[in-house]
């Protein structure tokens, strides 16, 4: 089986070896090793959970010809949790997709170092603006639409505050900022030729 794997700064092809293994490495750090192995056991029970509602669901409607009255609210809102917070693990790991031609077909360079911190940037800059999306999303649902803590939306069968699902917008995003960060980071450092520790 063979995995490409990109190290950031080209591709590497990995042939069920150990070193594919060391671009996914533990987190080193205590903040990233809480919020990294958090985020993966809530990804894991969020995809145990949907799993059993999904099929709980199809038995009752298929064989029991019944319905499982109102299980697509607890499917959006584990779904939201299990997207977000995989979306913040894969910006941890640098392993979103991406379409980066820059790599691809520009040999090594000033200019390609220049795009890569150019993309980096437009990167932090959009997920900075997600983010700020995300605490507006979210202050909507836990404030209510006036700001009072009146009204605050739910959902219509099981009456669970919107703002649980919206909270796990804004937390990944944040931490999708805060990683993409550390790429900006990186990549202005290798631009300016500093060390990297």
């Known amino acids: 089986m063979e995995f490409v794997v990109s190290d950031y700064n080209n591709e590497n092809t990995c042939i069920n070896s150990p070193e594919c293994l060391s671009h996914f490495s533990p987190p080193k750090n205590l903040f990233d090793r809480i919020a990294i192995n958090g985020f ?37 809102i584990l779904a939201f949790w299990l997207y977000f917070l995989g979306a913040a693990i894969g910006s941890y790991n640098r392993t979103h997709v991406s379409a980066d031609l820059v790599n691809a077909y520009l040999p090594e360079g000033k200019i390609k170092e220049a795009l890569a911190f150019l993309k980096n940037l437009v990167t932090v800059g959009v997920s900075l603006l997600f983010a700020w999306y995300g605490y507006e999303f979210f202050m909507f649902g836990f404030q209510g639409p006036l700001g009072t803590g009146i009204a605050i ?11 649980v699902g919206y909270l796990s917008v804004f937390i990944g995003l944040v931490f999708m900022a805060i ?3 550390r790429d900006l980071i990186h990549s202005m450092r290798i631009l300016f030729r500093r060390k990297e520790r």
């Open 40 to 76: 993966s056991v809530a990804c894991f029970f969020s995809t145990v959970a949907l799993t059993l509602i999904i099929c709980a669901a199809t038995f009752f409607r298929y064989v029991v010809k019944g319905d499982l009255y109102g299980y697509e609210e607890w499917v959006k």
């Open 153 to 163: 939306p739910k959902t219509t069968v099981w009456r669970i505050s919107l703002w």
């Open 179 to 181: 990683y993409f960060t």
